[in-house]
């Protein structure tokens, strides 16, 4: 079966011979049955005839009063100022089957939009064309959200992050911030009393401190005395 488009229903062949495929007429016609087609698809579409090789040979594609009082400044198939017009479909829109071809060409999908969008090919983007962009932009956003999901850390790699305690072997840490209570220290742990250098100390065994400095130290040995009781066990250097 012959190529047919959008144009082929205007051919001058179809009510008399005349010298050329198409005319003023042709677009007359064209004009009156499809009143939202722009100039360009009826261009495009007459020269998808030509390159189809279905027009007469013997005749040309256009006359003059056509090119020069329709035609004339209109872009075609090949302009790039209708860098789509190449991907038109047979009914003058942009479809499924176009959408594919420009993408095959090396059209991103966000281009083929703006480009229709801009309305400089006059063409239409269809229910088929819109369902393969608006699919291709959901993959193309949920691999945008994944890279940026993979870069956030872990609850593990916050914590890994964090500055740890430094606790001394034999002691167990069950304090929050600078204070010491609860902190249970084995025999023979130096500490520095009062918070003045040089001066250490050691704590007999089983011997525990309580309080945030010395001055509310409370000792008691392993023999549940009291702090003056339990002083005999803690020997100055």
């Known amino acids: 079966m012959a190529y047919t488009n959008i144009a082929s229903p205007y051919w001058t062949g179809n009510w008399g011979p005349a010298n050329y495929n198409f005319n ?50 209109v872009p075609g198939i090949g302009s790039d100022q209708n860098p789509l017009g190449q991907f038109q479909g047979q009914y ?73 305690p430094k606790i001394r072997a034999g002691q167990d840490y069950a304090t929050t911030g600078r204070s010491a209570q609860g902190m249970r220290i084995k025999k023979g742990t130096k500490f520095a009393e009062g918070g003045k250098r040089g001066t250490k100390g050691y704590f007999g065994r089983g011997a525990k401190f309580t309080g945030n400095s010395t001055s509310a130290m409370n000792i008691k040995g392993g023999g549940g005395g009291s702090a003056s009781q339990a002083s005999n066990t803690l020997n100055t250097v």
């Open 24 to 73: 003023k007429h042709s677009w007359t016609l064209f004009n009156q049955d499809n009143p939202n087609f722009s100039k360009a698809q009826f261009k495009v579409a007459m020269q998808q005839l030509q390159q189809q090789g279905v027009l007469d040979s013997t005749r040309g594609w256009a006359n003059e009063k056509l090119k020069a009082e329709v035609l004339q400044g």
């Open 92 to 164: 003058g829109n942009f479809g499924r089957t176009s959408y594919d071809l420009a993408k095959a060409a090396g059209w991103k999908p966000q281009d083929i939009y703006d480009e229709i969008a801009s309305g400089r090919s006059g063409m239409q983007m269809m229910g088929g064309a819109k369902d393969l962009y608006y699919k291709d932009i959901k993959a193309r956003d949920d691999a945008m959200w994944a890279e940026r999901i993979a870069d956030i850390p872990t609850a593990a790699e916050l914590m890994a992050e964090m500055p740890q």
